[in-house]
């Protein structure tokens, strides 16, 4: 079936180490994204990529890194420098052409990130 | 710029009540609208959309006009079940936006028997 593969759901991590968390797709879809979502905060944008070898920073960038290098993967990096890293991170992706389901976001069952 | 605002939570109801979560929102040109689901643990999953002012969005016994006079796009539902408890996002996206939407904080919402 077609969807979003968010590796791992849980992961711990100390203070001052760097983690990478694995988004993959198999839509065919050209953009996808990052969210960080914290409780009552809704979910903040963090990256976004339209196309490969191509991304922007969101409204929360500070603290993460991404790549883009294939369409159907878009790895987020936490680093050290992101002063407050726990939380439930969701990748998503969207179709970029016209039609019914341009802007639809189709997500992942995100990544729990605890920081130790 | 674009903003979306919807009812603070945490919504407690009865099996079988009537729904109403509240979203408003603020927008150059035409958005288009969204309401998402998110389970305990899970991440989000479309629920209904609507594109243009006037349509109306349904799925699952859920529904949601795009109103532009009053910028709103109330969710509704006639008669809740215990397995629509979740939290429930509104989000736009942007006439003209390289297509990342703009979340509301979710309205979480608790079906009791």
């Known amino acids: 079936d077609g969807g979003i593969t968010q590796s791992p759901k849980y992961l711990f991590r100390k203070e001052g180490q760097n983690v990478t968390l694995s988004c993959e797709q198999n839509?065919?879809?050209?953009?996808m994204y990052w969210y960080r979502q914290d409780p009552g905060q809704g979910l903040r944008l963090i990256y976004y990529?339209?196309?490969?070898?191509?991304?922007q920073k969101g409204d929360i960038a500070e603290g993460y890194s991404v790549s883009r290098e294939k369409k159907e993967s878009f790895p987020l990096t936490v680093t050290s420098a992101q002063k407050n890293p726990t939380a439930f991170y969701l990748c998503?992706?969207?179709?970029?052409?016209?039609?019914?389901?341009?802007?639809?976001?189709?997500f992942g069952e995100g990544s729990r990130l605890t920081v130790l | 710029g674009n903003s979306v605002t919807q009812m603070e939570g945490p919504v407690t109801l009865s099996e079988e009540a009537f729904l109403t979560i509240n979203c408003t929102y603020t927008?150059?040109?035409?958005?288009?609208l969204f309401w998402y689901v998110q389970y305990p643990g899970e991440g989000l999953q479309l629920l209904l959309k609507?594109?243009?002012?006037?349509d109306k969005g349904s799925n699952k016994g859920f529904e949601a006009t795009y109103r532009k006079e009053t910028t709103s796009f109330h969710l509704e539902k006639g008669s809740v079940q215990v397995s629509d408890s979740a939290v429930y996002f509104c989000?736009?996206?942007?006439?003209?936006?390289?297509?990342?939407?703009?979340f509301g904080k979710g309205t979480k919402l608790s079906v009791k028997p």
């Open positions: 998503a992706s969207s179709s970029t052409g016209t039609g019914g389901n341009t802007g639809e976001l189709f």
């Open positions: 839509l065919n879809h050209d953009a």
């Open positions: 990529s339209q196309i490969v070898n191509d991304f």
């Open positions: 927008a150059t040109g035409y958005p288009s």
């Open positions: 609507a594109t243009k002012a006037d």
């Open positions: 989000a736009l996206r942007g006439y003209g936006s390289q297509g990342n939407l703009i």
